[in-house]
């Protein structure tokens, strides 16, 4: 069962995006993806809300965020939140081992 985590950081004068640029640019972002346990780790942008950057963090377990959250790159990425002063709201999801019902297929395109 692997652990998403969305983070939404928002900000004011497009800090939000310069934030994501930053970790792309500086390479933070890749180290993380190379993190074992890592998933899924991309920034979207919010159409509805433009001073919000969405994050979406996938893990394979707890284990992993916890060596995540142990490692000195939480060090770059507070001061990055604190430079660009940006605010966050986080939602936790767990993967559904059963995956979608065939009835939810029926709605998926691919």
Known sequence: MSITVNLYYSGEHGNARKFAEEMESAGVADRIRAEKGNLRYEYFLSLGEPETVLLIDSW???EAIDRHHASPM?????????????HMKAERYRSD????????RNFIRT
Do not use: N, P, T, V
Not at 74 to 86: G, T, V
């Open 60 to 62: 394979e377990d707890q």
């Open 74 to 86: 939480m060090a770059e990425i507070s001061a990055l939140r604190e430079k660009y002063d940006l």
């Open 97 to 104: 081992e059963d995956g979608f019902s065939d009835h939810d």
